[in-house]
C-alpha cells in the first residue's frame, strides 16, 4: 500500500513511493506529474489540509514532510518537522487546528504515545 491523499478542489493526486521515499504529485484529469520530492523513508501516511492548502508525509525516520500546496502547479516543499521514530500514522482534527501523529511502541521503543502539533 502507498500512502494516497487528494486535492479535490485543484484535482490533484499526492502519492508517495517507499523505496526511495518519495512525494509524486499528479494531475488526476490527465496521469501527468506536477512534481516529485524526497519524503523520508519508510512513510505509512499522508494527509491533505484543505485549510491550509498543506500535504503532510509521516515518514517512520522520526520526521513530517510537509509541503504548501497553495498554488496547486506550483508545489513547494516547506521544512520538515522533527517527531519520533515509528510515528508513521495521523489524523487532522476536523477544523485543521491540529495534527495527532501516533508512535508505534517497538519502532521508537519509549511506549505508544500520541504526538500534538498545533497547525497554522
Known sequence: NAPITFDEANQRLFVVCRDPGTLVVLDSKNGHTIASFPAGARADETIFDKGHHRVYVMAGEGKIYVFDAADANHIKA??????????????????????????????????AKVLTYSVN
Open 78 to 111: 516547506l521544512p520538515s518537522i522533527t517527531s519520533a521514530a515509528g510515528a508513521k500514522t495521523a489524523v487532522l482534527s476536523p477544523d485543521s487546528s491540529r495534527l495527532y501523529v501516533s508512535v508505534s511502541p517497538g519502532e521508537g521503543k519509549t511506549g
